[in-house]
């Protein structure tokens, strides 16, 4: 079965700063990949998906994932933080031939003036 | 678009006391699920509906928990009797397509508090 580990439980960035979160997975084949956010009383919202071709794939609100096989990960990365930004994120993994998603624990990032 | 529209948003009762939970998926979206999220955790799959059949509900703790999804549409969530682990956010999510992990759409959820 696949899985996933977000190593990080909570981080704090300055506002403006650069963000990074990790992800690995743990998944025999070519994993589908995804990245939410949620925020406080809210339900998740994509911020971007992994399936195949290039490695480095765009998403909403500025972010950003690169997928490595070899490292097994994929790490969302922001530029430049926004107050906003300040919610939970969660990585998923699915496999190719089933809908079922497994969610990492989450990472918290709480962004400061 | 409407998105997926979870009522209530905030439940609290008593342990032994029935609740349920009601989702509206997306409109056309034919796959539903109820996830259900601990604190500081991810969802965790509850159960999957593919119209009217609920496909996946190994997840589901059939001794107090039920689902129905009777005409494909929205869905229903019980829980007869609730227990002080059943605190939670539950979670309701659709998409287009189920055979494979194509993009889900959630819904705000339902706080749970069992007293």
């Known amino acids: 079965a696949q899985s996933v580990t977000q190593p990080d439980i909570h981080i704090t960035v300055s506002e403006g700063a650069s963000l990074e979160l990790r992800c690995n997975y743990s998944?025999?084949?070519?994993?589908?990949l995804f990245w939410y956010v949620q925020s406080p009383g809210q339900g998740l919202q994509l911020l971007l998906k992994?399936?195949?071709?290039?490695?480095l794939v765009q998403g909403i609100k500025g972010f950003e994932a690169e997928f490595k096989r070899s490292q097994s990960s994929f790490n969302l990365r922001k530029p430049s933080v926004h107050w906003s930004d300040a919610a939970e994120y969660f990585c998923?993994?699915?496999?190719?031939?089933?809908?079922?998603?497994?969610f990492g624990a989450g990472t918290t990032v709480t962004v400061r003036a | 678009e409407a998105g997926v529209v979870q009522s209530p948003r905030y439940k609290i009762i008593e342990k032994k006391q029935p609740v349920a939970f009601w989702c509206n998926p997306i409109?056309?979206?034919?796959?539903l699920y109820w996830y259900l999220q601990n604190l500081g955790q991810g969802p965790e799959l509850l159960i999957r509906?593919?119209?009217?059949?609920?496909?996946?509900d190994s997840q589901l703790p059939k001794d107090r928990f039920s689902a129905e999804r009777l005409k494909g549409v929205d869905s229903t969530l019980k829980i007869q009797p609730a227990e002080l682990g059943d605190s939670a956010v539950y979670l309701c999510?659709?998409?287009?397509?189920?055979?494979?992990?194509?993009?889900?759409?959630f819904g705000p959820g339902t706080r749970l508090t069992v007293l």
């Open positions: 509906y593919e119209n009217e059949e609920a496909v996946d």
């Open positions: 999510a659709s998409s287009l397509v189920g055979g494979g992990p194509s993009e889900q759409f």
């Open positions: 409109s056309g979206h034919n796959t």
């Open positions: 998944y025999g084949a070519t994993p589908y």
């Open positions: 992994y399936f195949s071709g290039d490695t």
């Open positions: 998923a993994v699915g496999r190719s031939n089933d809908y079922k998603l497994s």
